[in-house]
């Protein structure tokens, strides 16, 4: 799976903005997405996750009720809406897949993850 993902840039604060992730491969439902993101100096932290499915999603505390993930099978998209954005949410951001076992199945952690995108960068000012 091959994933690339696109969508970042430069927004004050209390903007939105929406990331996509394409997918390559025709399997696309039978993995679990999410997306992961990177400041600089920190460790990398887990962001949110959605099923194969669709029909579960998981976010990170630090993005619960102001970021959306959603997934477009017949497309191979994934997205991550971000809403009433801060300067800490400032990262690297990746979209990531992770083989499921079943439709419901999330991956939150980095652990579980088998194929990375390369990142699209977010820089909300203040």
């Known amino acids: 799976v091959q994933l690339q993902a696109s969508g970042g840039g430069l927004v004050q604060a209390g903007g939105s903005l929406r990331l996509s992730c394409a997918a390559s491969g025709r399997t696309f439902s039978s993995y679990a997405m999410g997306w992961f993101r990177q400041a600089p100096g920190k460790e990398r932290e887990f962001v949110a996750a959605i099923s194969g499915s669709g029909a579960i999603t998981y976010y990170g505390d630090s993005v619960k009720g102001r970021f959306t993930i959603s997934r477009d099978n017949a497309k191979n998209l994934v997205y991550l809406q971000m809403n009433s954005l801060k300067p800490e949410d400032t990262a690297m951001y990746y979209c990531?897949?992770?083989?499921?076992?079943?439709?419901?199945?999330?991956?939150?952690?980095?652990?579980?993850?088998?194929?990375w995108g390369k990142g699209t960068l977010v820089t909300v000012s203040s």
């Open positions: 990531a897949a992770a083989r499921a076992g079943t439709s419901s199945y999330v991956c939150s952690d980095s652990g579980c993850i088998e194929y």
